[in-house]
């Protein structure tokens, strides 16, 4: 594939994306958007039937999907789709290495850390003892870092990488006086995740969701949803943009209580001589 090509999908990709977090959307026509996420540049070809057989639905469904986008119906939706993808544009940053796209991720992120959903994000999380951190598989290490920095100026955290214990661990943040939880969410999205994201939801606590995507599935499960790009150019994903994230995050809550962070990093840092060589 040409770098020519790769960048109009990915302009395609970016365009359709903020399309569907424009308007409202059903959790069917949500995942049709996911699915065709991923067809550029080929769905901007398809007809209604293909697209159906494709994502799984019906034709109609489909048709609606146009419509639900602000559409006259599904020809004018596709006309737009084959005119992002085969425009061209000079503006388009060279997005053909890893780097590139991470750089990328990272402008993209600058509206999620300036967003209200983010101040609400803070809110919630500072105000909740102890902390959980819930992160599986490929997020695991996600949890595990913003964890590790966390217990430095939080006091409480717990971090949970076991799907097999995530419901004690729930069940027991609930019984301490937790208020919120914090999910790590990253493809592919594991089940056991979204049924703790349901369960903490059911027990009475808040979720915080830290994902790829403003469509995924599980959305509606989240009380705030923060979404950090996922870089997609090598063989597995690179979670850069997710990082910066974790970590803006942890310093924007650490900012809510400057007196007890100050006392915690000092605390900290009377400990160092023991381990730091």
Known sequence: MTLEKRLDTGRAEDWLLDLAQRHRLSPTQRQIVQRMLGMFPDVAF?????????????????TRLATALGFAGYPEFRAAMREVVLSRNADIPDRHSAVDLEVANLGALKRVLDADRMAAAVRLLA????????????????????????RRVLPGVQVATDAGCLDD???ELRDQGASAVLF??????????VEALRL??????????????????????????????????????????????????????????????????????????????
Request: aromatic share 8%.
């Open 184 to 193: 790590f969410a990253m493809p592919r999205y594991p089940a056991a995740t």
């Open 46 to 62: 398809l007809s209604t039937i293909e697209i159906a057989e494709q994502t799984g639905v019906s034709q109609p469904t489909v």
């Open 127 to 150: 105000a909740t003892a102890p902390l959980g951190v819930v992160g599986l598989r490929a997020s695991a290490a996600l949890a595990d870092y913003f964890g590790y920095f966390a």
């Open 169 to 171: 661990t729930l069940l």
């Open 200 to 277: 903490a939801r059911r027990l009475g606590l808040a979720t915080v969701v830290v994902t790829d995507s403003a469509l995924v599935p599980f959305a509606p499960d989240a009380d705030v949803l923060l979404v950090a790009p996922v870089g997609t150019g090598l063989v597995f994903d690179s979670h850069a943009a997710v990082v910066v994230l974790a970590i803006s995050l942890l310093d924007a809550i650490a900012g809510t209580d400057p007196v007890r962070t100050q006392e915690r990093l000092e605390a900290h840092e009377a400990l160092v001589q023991r381990w730091a060589y």
